[in-house]
């Protein structure tokens, strides 16, 4: 999958950090929990939400606005 050069830095330095969640080194997911496992996406999702809530951001349409064309 290509990445932008700083994403692919970021993840090096995430897989370097000693501070991580342990996982065994065959292990499918790259992001994981605090208990080594695979992270759930509805888990996700809703801490995903709760934090776009935090933030006060809003949805926007996906369609263009008529700017009166």
């Known amino acids: 999958m290509p990445l932008y ?6 993840l ?10 342990s996982q065994p080194p065959n292990a499918p997911g790259l992001l994981v929990s605090t208990a080594g496992s ?6 996700l999702q809703i801490t995903f ?4 809530g935090r933030t006060g951001l809003t949805s ?9 064309n």
């Open 49 to 52: 939400h709760r934090l776009v």
């Open 12 to 21: 090096g330095d995430y897989l370097r950090r000693d501070d991580r969640p």
């Open 5 to 10: 050069p700083n994403t692919a830095a970021a």
């Open 60 to 68: 926007r349409s996906i369609l263009p606005a008529n700017r009166g």
């Open 38 to 43: 695979r992270l759930l996406y509805g888990n």
